[in-house]
């Protein structure tokens, strides 16, 4: 069964500290992995998306790796702002059309 | 200009009306989705068309029915409201159809801003 995991559920730290949230799927046969970031009373928007060839990609202090042989994401965040307070999504694409979101990580980020 | 755009934001009714929620993409998109975000706060595909046809229907009670006009436009009417339908649902388009290269990042959704609906 195609499934994203996403841990911790729900994450406080103190703003300019860093955190890594991870993303576990079983999602075959795999397409790509991308990571949205959903701002309270928004719409996700996309963050990074990686390929099955892909081991890391950055954007600006978010950094996300892929290890395609565990199945394992993660989405490092480097000197945390008050702006980063976000769920965080995790989703996978198959390579049959299907999308598969993850539960979210909510991020809290305290000053 | 927005890329998606829902109408309206906020909707509050009560049980047993009929509602529609409107969905206009100008990103040139050919995939339009509609996704309902429960309390939880987890995302779930309601619907997908692609060029103005149906695609996914996700197991949706048949009082929710989608329209596409043509593929800038996909609405979500709504029949018969029930409680358990508050929730915020988000329109999303994506420039994926079926045959794009899949590592091309063309199934990347772009999400409208969501339209909050409250049923009393």
């Known amino acids: 069964k195609n499934q994203v995991e996403q841990s911790p559920q729900s994450l406080i730290i103190l703003e300019g500290k860093n955190c890594t949230l991870q993303c576990n799927y079983t999602v075959s046969p795999f397409s790509n992995l991308r990571w949205y970031k959903q701002d309270t009373g928004r719409g996700p928007v996309s963050l990074t998306i990686?390929?099955?060839?892909?081991n890391t990609k950055s954007n600006g202090r978010y950094t996300a790796t892929l290890d395609a042989d565990t199945k394992q994401s993660s989405l490092h965040i480097t000197a945390s702002q008050l702006s980063d307070s976000a769920s965080y999504i995790c989703v996978v694409s198959a390579r049959d059309d299907k999308i598969i979101f993850g539960k979210g990580t909510r991020l809290h980020i305290l000053p | 200009d927005t890329a998606v755009s829902q109408t309206p934001k906020y909707l509050v009714t009560q049980m047993g009306n009929d509602k529609s929620i409107k969905c206009e993409q100008n990103?040139?998109?050919?995939?339009m989705y509609w996704y309902k975000q429960d309390s939880k706060k987890f995302l779930k595909i309601m619907f997908s068309y692609n060029n103005k046809e149906l695609i996914i229907n996700e197991t949706v009670p048949n009082r929710f029915s989608p329209k596409s006009p043509d593929k800038a436009h996909l609405n979500l009417h709504i029949n018969s409201l029930e409680l358990g339908d508050s929730a915020v649902y988000f329109c999303?388009?994506?420039?994926?159809?079926?045959?794009?290269?899949?590592?091309?990042?063309?199934?990347?959704?772009?999400f409208g801003a969501g339209s909050r609906l409250t049923v009393l």
């Open positions: 990686m390929t099955f060839s892909e």
């Open positions: 990103l040139g998109h050919d995939t």
């Open positions: 999303a388009s994506s420039r994926w159809s079926p045959g794009t290269d899949y590592d091309s990042g063309a199934n990347v959704l772009t």
